[in-house]
């Protein structure tokens, strides 16, 4: 028999409602949907075993990319009309261009974007310039824009450095229990301030070939903050590090260049990136290159070409992703067609498992400045990024092994060794570090865009309970109290509206559908409080058509919480806690499974251009295409097959 054929093992979650309650033609429509998506889903693997989807973002990504390329000099003109018919494709109707698929126009995405399309050669007055410009205009200008825009202009002569906050190297010989110092920052923001630390001190000005006059309001700076505030406090402290920028201590500036420098290379990964995403990427290629390295230098050469990995080509235009993860993409794989009733042993699953196998990170990396003597375990994200594993795809490749017949080497005790190490004080798990919560990073002048800190989250923290529940389910290990621990966090941190927060995916409907699997999994009785409300927060959100959809902007007005247009993957959230939580024969579950067939495309597949995928909440969103696919068919196969909950 095929993977699509099979049947699925009982998922023995307790108290789940009876297939007799769901009718046989609603049933059968699932059936007929999953099997579609199946075989889609199938069709994508590589031929090593991974499933990578892309990882959509806005177009800062790509304006930031002509950028470097004409600060470095080595703008292509081909390329650049590429990326600016991208570009010019995803711009507004009313000539902005937003963050995210539907949303509002952003002023500093616009301006970024604007710039890019001067650099391609669209002219001021052209009808899509000069809307864009005007926007800027009327939401402040360049004087309005983020600090990271300003910087950018900055490489340029088109902003003064001596506007900018200052971010002193000297940051990198403060210890780790000092307030501020570099491990205080989530480690996407750490790479990236101390590339920034180096771009400040040089402050270089290039040539844009354009200008670009027409972006500025003429507004003044904004004022200072409230005397005796942290803000406050933190101006008075950038305003002493620019006196110090002026007559540095010169032996100690250039040692602390010199350890910054060191670094950054000796982070640099085996695709020539740091840390896998675009931020620090760039801003260290530009750091390096200021501290002298060559474009022929094997570092900066390696760091270009991997670029290159990250960009896509087709028939839209040119257009990087910010970042790429087939290991998550692998493991959700995994799991939904096991969910669909593929066996342990068939070869798809067995690839795909073989290749998560080989993926282990065995060396340590930046968590281990918490964590000195915890052995290293567990997966990262992306293809090469062993400097910095996270607990959420760890545990997500937990589960899938858990699903394969394949031998995983010791590979699954190892990881839950390392994860139980990174379990927080307060019995929550982050991604990537251990108690790294210290809010006052939030606070400094630089910060104006997205999230700089790691602190524990409820999607996290699920995924690690419902995988230590897996383990003592499939009697690997026993972890009752970490477990247990990890449970009063999520109950302790219910919304009072019965959902919960998603940290890395948009955004309630997320976070709940993570959480109720993962506390019926650890033994929460479907009755409990917590899990009602959780429902009856579901079925309060659940649109007309019989989906579900959350808005992005939910990260920012609550009145969006659980609110916006269906989506497969959203609505597929809603089924898994709804399955979990025993309400599988419920008319609410029958209309989302549903909209899943009604909406699916011919091929199996789905559309959905809305982001689903969180970077920072409140500034940066990706839409990650495979989710689409994988989550509606974890959904409907527990729907057609009984199983309540992941195990």
């Known amino acids: ?79 650049t009309a590429e990326t600016a018919r991208w570009i010019r494709a995803n711009q507004r109707e009313d000539g902005t261009w937003a963050n995210f698929y539907g949303g509002p126009g952003d002023l500093s995405t616009t301006l970024e974007a604007y710039v890019a399309l001067r650099l391609a050669g669209d002219p001021p007055d052209a009808p899509h310039m000069a809307a864009a410009s005007a926007f800027v205009r009327e939401q402040g200008g360049l004087e309005r824009a983020r600090v990271f825009t300003r910087m950018w202009l900055a490489l340029f002569g088109k902003w003064p450095w001596d506007e900018l906050p200052v971010l002193p190297p000297e940051l990198v010989f403060f210890p780790p229990w000092l307030p501020l ?128 990995g ?19 993409d692998t493991a959700l794989s995994v799991v939904a067609l096991s969910d669909a009733g593929t066996d342990a042993d068939d070869p798809v699953l067995a690839a795909a498992a073989r290749w998560l196998v080989g993926e282990e990170v065995t060396v340590p990396g930046d968590w281990s400045v918490r964590r000195p003597e915890l052995a290293p375990g567990g997966w ?62 939030r606070k400094l002048p630089f910060c104006d865009f997205g999230e700089l800190i790691d602190p524990p989250s409820a999607d996290v923290t699920a995924h690690v309970v419902e995988m230590l529940a897996a383990l003592e389910a499939a009697g690997r290990r026993s972890e009752r109290d970490a477990m247990a621990r990890g449970v009063a966090w999520l109950l302790a941190h219910q919304e009072a509206d019965g959902s919960w927060f998603g940290r890395w995916g948009a955004n309630y409907l997320y976070g709940t559908g993570a959480v109720v699997p993962a506390l019926v999994a650890a033994g929460v009785p479907q009755s409990h409080d917590a899990i009602r409300r959780a429902v009856a927060w579901l079925v309060s959100r659940q649109n007309d058509d019989g ?14 919480a659980g609110r916006g247009v269906s989506t497969a993957s959203q609505t597929a959230w809603a089924l898994l806690a709804l399955l979990a939580a025993g309400e599988s024969g419920s008319e609410p579950a029958a209309r989302g499974v549903g909209f899943l067939a009604a909406s ?22 990706i839409n990650y295409h495979l989710y689409r696919l994988v989550f509606p068919i974890s959904a409907l196969g527990r729907f057609v097959h009984g199983g309540g909950r992941r195990g």
């Not at 033609?25 to 199938?42: F, G, H, P, S, Y």
């Not at 620090?280 to 094997?298: N, T």
């Not at 990250?310 to 839209?316: P, Y």
């Open 1 to 79: 028999m095929t993977a699509t054929d099979r049947r699925a093992r009982p998922a023995g979650a307790p108290g789940t409602a009876s297939r007799a309650s769901v009718p046989a033609a609603e049933a059968a429509d699932a059936a007929v949907t999953l099997k579609r998506a199946v075989e889609a889903l199938v069709a994508l693997q590589h031929d090593q075993g991974w499933w990578k989807g892309e990882l959509e973002t806005n177009v800062t990504m790509d304006a930031e990319d002509l950028l470097l390329r004409q600060f470095l000099g080595i703008r292509d003109d081909g390329d």
């Open 181 to 308: 110092n570099i491990y205080d920052f989530g480690c996407w923001a750490r790479q990236t301030v101390v590339a920034l630390t180096i771009v400040g001190t040089y402050r270089p000005v290039r040539d844009l070939g354009v200008d670009v006059d027409e972006l500025r309001s003429g507004l003044p700076p904004l004022p200072p903050h409230r005397p005796f505030t942290w803000e406050w406090a933190l101006e008075r402290a950038d305003a002493l590090a620019r006196r110090y920028a002026k007559r540095p201590v010169g032996w100690l500036r250039e040692a602390a260049l010199g350890r910054a420098e060191r670094w950054i290379v000796e982070r640099q990964e085996a695709d020539g990136g740091w840390g896998g995403i675009q931020p620090p990427w760039v801003y260290s290629i530009i750091a390096l290159h200021l501290r002298g390295y060559s474009l022929g230098h094997p570092v900066l050469q390696a760091a270009l070409r991997g670029l290159e």
């Open 310 to 328: 990250f960009t896509i080509r087709d028939e839209r235009g040119r257009r990087l992703e910010a970042c790429q993860s087939p290991v998550w």
């Open 380 to 441: 990262a994200f992306e293809f090469e990024n062993d400097h910095y594993p996270d607990v959420d795809d760890t545990a997500e490749v937990v589960l899938s092994l858990l699903r394969c017949a394949e031998d995983d080497r010791g590979s699954i005790e190892r990881a839950t060794d390392w994860v139980l190490g990174m379990q927080c004080s307060d019995g929550g798990w982050a991604a990537f570090d251990v108690d790294n919560t210290r809010t006052l990073c």
């Open 547 to 560: 989906g579900w959809g959350e808005d992005l902007r939910s990260y920012d007005d609550p009145a969006w």
């Open 600 to 621: 699916q495309r011919p091929d199996g597949t789905w559309d959905e251009p809305w982001f689903t995928g969180t970077g920072f909440p409140g500034d940066f969103y």
